[in-house]
């Protein structure tokens, strides 16, 4: 496939480590996906209604979500009578291309973390207990490190028990520094993190919070006060607002995005455990649901497999092995 070729040919070397991280990470959902996609185009030489049926079985199948699907299948069909395409093998490069078009959504995609010029950067994280928002906060946390920069962490999920703990083990293996406090209000511990991140001339500041989303008002209230507090000691943060959810939760993630976008702004998403799934389609899903740029992806334990998102090597990891 020419789109597969060309996207092959445009990484570099520096590159091929991120494309090699990708590749591994969506192993799962390649096998599953692209190999139903093959063996549906070996099954169908032409193209008629049961094919384009069973299509959006496998995408459904996919997590990429009834409603995308729908749309995809209608714009394929709507290509195959504009261009007079008949067999489905000729499919297969418009499948990829429309892949492209559904996340892209002829927009500008800005994956990378808009840091502040004048102070440190602050990235607030928000999601349900259990997505793994802090081993997030601390993967990125190292990753910040091996750039240079300087980081603190600010423990602001003060009640659940053990999420202290494992922010300061984080904190220490990374060799960041953390302000926390037990059983005290987030805002305050917040509020005391930001002092010190600005006398200290901090570089970045990675915020924890509370997951309890089944107690929507109680969060609600915590975060507006959190994010007052952020905003009167930094204007202009938080700088980002990063949604972590689970791909293996499915379509669930999709409604965690909604709940939480309307208790505050998200301004992107970091999706973990995308190596642990079959149904990598998740990421396709919640952009198209929730316009939210996905921002990090992670596709493995180490510090390295969570990676900025990239729609390019997301595609080519998903479809490399997309017979010709």
């Known amino acids: ?9 445009i990484f570099s070397k520096k590159e091929k480590e991120q494309v090699d991280i990708y590749d591994k990470g969506l192993e799962k959902t390649r096998k599953n996906f692209t190999s139903k996609l093959n063996n549906l185009i070996l099954k169908y030489k032409n193209i008629d209604d049961d094919f384009f049926e069973e299509l959006e079985d496998v995408l459904i199948m996919a997590d990429i979500g009834v409603n995308t699907v729908m749309e995809f299948v209608d714009k394929l069909k709507s290509r195959v009578v504009k261009e007079h395409i008949v067999d489905t093998a000729d499919l297969k490069e418009i499948i990829v291309d429309e892949m492209f078009i559904i996340y892209v959504q002829n927009s500008i995609i800005v994956n990378k973390i808009k840091e502040n010029e004048d102070g440190p950067t602050v990235l607030l994280f928000v999601g349900v207990n259990g997505v793994g928002k802090t081993t997030t906060i601390g993967k990125l946390a190292y990753q910040f490190k091996q ?25 220490n293996r990374t060799s960041s520094d953390i302000v926390y406090k037990e059983n005290a209000d987030p805002a305050s511990v917040v509020f005391d993190g930001l002092q010190k991140a600005k006398e200290e001339n901090y570089d970045m500041v990675l915020i924890d919070t509370a997951g309890r989303l089944q107690n929507k008002v109680n969060l609600m209230k915590e975060l507006e006060k959190i994010n007052k507090v952020i905003e009167q000691n ?9 949604l972590v959810i689970d791909a293996t939760t499915g379509q669930n993630g999709i409604s965690q995005a909604t709940n939480f976008n309307s208790i505050t702004k998200i301004t992107g998403i970091v999706l973990t455990k995308l190596d642990g799934t079959a149904k990598g389609g998740i990421v396709l899903a919640i952009k198209e649901n929730t316009n ?31 017979n010709e």
């Open 1 to 9: 496939m020419k789109i597969l070729k060309n996207l092959k040919n």
């Open 147 to 171: 750039k240079g920069k300087k980081v603190l962490l600010i423990a602001g999920d003060t009640f659940r028990a053990g999420a202290i703990e494992q922010l300061k083990e984080w904190a």
């Open 234 to 242: 930094i204007p202009g943060a938080p700088h980002e607002t990063l």
């Open 292 to 322: 939210i740029p996905v921002k990090y992806i992670g596709l493995g334990e180490k510090e390295t497999d969570l990676q900025v998102f990239d729609i390019e090597t997301y595609i080519y990891g998903l479809f490399r092995d997309f």
